[in-house]
């Protein structure tokens, strides 16, 4: 390869090289990447996800990115205010006792008994602050979730 070649392959690949950086700097300057954690597995824009969903989740897809993200600074303040223990705490705790030679199954029980417990309360004080959130938006704001809800995100 001549040196002239090689100057220009060496251009066309720092420009393909920073083609792609500017894509990926651009999808998380544009702040996307923080709705992306928000949508399950398997679940795909314009698609309905399969099987009912009884819970608060499709309500709070619904809501536009301002108020998602009011919501769950609410809820983490919320969560804080009641001493609910992080998962990363749960984690550690789990794996120790997972760990532990003798195995103390009664000790795992107790453990994921007290977790599921802090789950419910978890849900409870989110159904709650939805709830309130939902009651403090105008009726026009409420009929756009709604209509969200109805026809999915255009």
């Not at 066309?12 to 700097?25: E, H, M, P, W, Y």
């Not at 990363?88 to 006792?97: E, I, Q, S, V, W």
Request: proline letters at 4%; hydrophobic letters at 40%; charged letters at 25%.
């Amino acid at each position: 390869m001549s040196h002239k070649m090689l100057k220009i392959s060496l251009v066309i690949s720092l420009a393909a090289n920073l083609l792609v950086l500017g894509a990926i700097g651009g999808f998380f300057a544009s702040g996307h990447h923080k709705d992306v954690k928000l949508e399950r597995a398997g679940y795909h824009h314009g698609s309905r996800p399969r099987g009912p969903n009884l819970g608060f989740a499709p309500i709070i897809r619904a809501m536009d990115r301002k108020d998602r993200r009011a919501l769950g600074r609410m809820i983490k303040k919320i969560h804080a205010e009641n001493s609910l223990s992080s998962p990363g705490a749960f984690n550690g705790k789990l794996a120790d006792l997972i760990g532990t030679t003798p195995f103390e199954p009664l000790a795992l029980l107790d453990l994921l008994e007290q977790a599921g417990t802090q789950a419910e309360k978890r849900q409870t004080i989110t159904r709650q602050v939805l709830v309130e959130q939902l009651a403090g938006m105008s009726a026009q704001e409420r009929l756009a979730i709604a209509n969200t809800l109805k026809n999915g995100r255009r």
